[in-house]
């Protein structure tokens, strides 16, 4: 297979872009100035094979992780250089093949980390403190009288926070749970940080086995690989505290949906606070009929100012890459000297 030079594009006219998916308009503008653009206007999905003919010609496209962009896409897309995840998590590209084919793969790092660590400790909050099931108590007109453990939920401050996955979003939530709400955070990692960023944190690295053993509130960071893959399973899900919560802001499929709703259903951990979720839009049917678990549409990047950042991320990588063969935030950097 031969790969396309990694130059800038030097054909006449403005090289042609896809944005797959509708983002601001500010953005698209500022996309025009360099690019001939093809935009999806609407929040439709396109099929693989939509995508597959919008991309002909096109050097460039903006996704987002619902575009597959594997190596059966880039087959059929020779003149694709660059594609642009509007998205930290890019396991919707196939990595090694936009590789083999000198394509280049880019996210959008850091301006999301903030908002979506935030983001994590208010699920942690409305899971522990069960906001979301009796804010629906109170609207159904169930609230006349004062109980004296009514919606009783599990204390946050001063418990233990774990955290599986502690990269800059991981050590995020770190930071508030220290920090903030006096919690001692533990934290399980493939490598551990350096003692600088342990003490930042004040966290400590301890093995999976533990990690799930002693957590009060275990929140889940890692990106999805396969063999992320149901991380938190039946098994898992056995080894942690029948009082703790688990909340996940990672990606579905690194929880087991099936086996946590069963786990939420016997009471084999207290509660859930779920944003990602296999095979979404769809969620998994007994999840949305269990109290326990506080569910959202995968928003905890959702700020506008964030979600404008990582829009322009984006952009700029496009832009960086075909105007100057540069990239800004690279996932594949050997693509660049190649
Ligand atoms: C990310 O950036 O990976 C988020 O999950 C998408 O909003």
């Known amino acids: 297979m031969s790969a396309p030079d990694s130059t800038p594009d030097t054909s006449v006219g403005q090289p042609a872009v896809l944005v797959a998916r509708r983002v601001f308009p500010e953005v698209l503008a500022r996309l025009r100035q360099h690019f001939d653009v093809e935009a999806n206007d609407t929040d439709d999905v396109w099929s693989p094979e939509e995508l597959q003919r919008r991309l002909q010609g096109k050097r460039g496209a903006l996704t987002t992780g619902s575009e597959r962009v594997g190596a059966e896409l880039l087959a059929a897309c020779p003149d694709l250089r660059v594609v642009a995840n509007m998205a930290v998590g890019f396991n919707n590209f196939d990595v090694p093949a936009c590789t083999a084919r000198g394509v280049l793969a880019t996210n959008t790092p850091d301006v999301l980390t903030e908002t979506t660590a935030d983001f994590g400790f208010a699920l942690l909050m409305a899971t522990a403190r069960r906001v979301t099931e009796s804010e629906h108590f109170l609207r159904a007109g169930l609230w006349n009288r004062w109980s004296v453990d009514m919606f009783a939920g599990a204390e ?60 009060d509130h275990l929140v889940l960071v890692l ?116």
């Not at 296999?278 to 506008?304: F, K, M, Q, W």
């Open 156 to 215: 946050v401050h001063g418990t233990t926070l774990g955290i599986l996955g502690m990269g800059r979003i991981g050590q995020g939530v770190a930071r508030r749970g220290a920090h903030g709400f006096g919690m001692k955070v533990i934290y399980h990692n493939r490598s551990r940080l350096d003692a600088a960023t342990e003490a930042e944190c004040k966290a400590t690295w301890v093995s999976k086995a533990e990690l799930l053993a002693q957590a």
């Open 223 to 338: 990106p999805y690989s396969a063999q992320a893959h149901h991380s938190v399973g039946a098994a898992e899900l056995a080894q942690m505290k029948p009082s703790a919560t688990l909340i996940n802001i990672a990606r579905g499929g690194i929880v087991d949906d099936a086996a946590l709703a069963q786990a939420l259903k016997a009471r084999r951990i207290a509660a859930a606070g779920l944003d990602v979720f296999e095979g979404e839009p769809r969620v998994h049917p007994d999840l949305l009929t269990l109290p326990n678990v506080v569910l959202t549409p995968h928003i905890a990047s959702a700020t506008l100012g964030t979600r404008m950042a990582m829009a322009n991320l984006a952009a700029d990588n496009l832009i960086a890459y075909l105007t100057e063969g540069k990239a800004l935030t690279p996932v594949n950097p050997e693509v660049l000297g190649a």
